[in-house]
C-alpha cells in the first residue's frame, strides 16, 4: 500500500515481484527519501533538520503534521483488515 502510494503502482510491483532492494540512491531518484548522507553524518544532519523543524510555530507543526498525516491514516483505516489478510496468506506461503 506504501510503496504504491510513492512511487507508483507498476513501480512497486515491479520491486515487490522481483523482490530486487532498493539502495539508498534509488530510494533517492525515486522521492522515497529527501536526501542521503554517510553514516557518520546521519545523526547530526538529523538534529539539523529538527532544529529547522523546531524553529516553526507550534502550531504550524501540529497542523502541517495533522494535514500530512490525514490521507494515510485514512489509507490505513480503509485498507488495513484488507492489506493485513493477504500479508498473512502470503507468509504462509513463504
Known amino acids: ?3 504504491q502510494e ?5 513501480r512497486a510491483a515491479g520491486y515487490l515481484y522481483s523482490g ?8 533517492l531518484r525515486l522521492g522515497l527519501v ?3 548522507t554517510e553514516n557518520d553524518r546521519l545523526l547530526p544532519r538529523a538534529r539539523e533538520i529538527a532544529e529547522e523543524i523546531m524553529k516553526k ?8 503534521h495533522a ?7 485514512r489509507r490505513l483505516t480503509e485498507d488495513l483488515g484488507y ?4 500479508e498473512q496468506f502470503a ?4
Not at 67 to 73: A, E, L, M, T, V
Not at 83 to 86: D, M, N
Open 1 to 3: 500500500m506504501v510503496l
Open 6 to 10: 510513492l512511487v507508483g503502482q507498476k
Open 20 to 27: 530486487e532492494r532498493i539502495d539508498a540512491q534509488t530510494a
Open 34 to 36: 529527501n536526501e542521503v
Open 57 to 64: 510555530p507550534r502550531t504550524t507543526r501540529r497542523m502541517t
Open 67 to 73: 494535514i500530512i498525516q490525514r490521507p494515510w491514516r
Open 83 to 86: 492489506g493485513l489478510a493477504h
Open 91 to 94: 507468509a504462509r506461503l513463504i
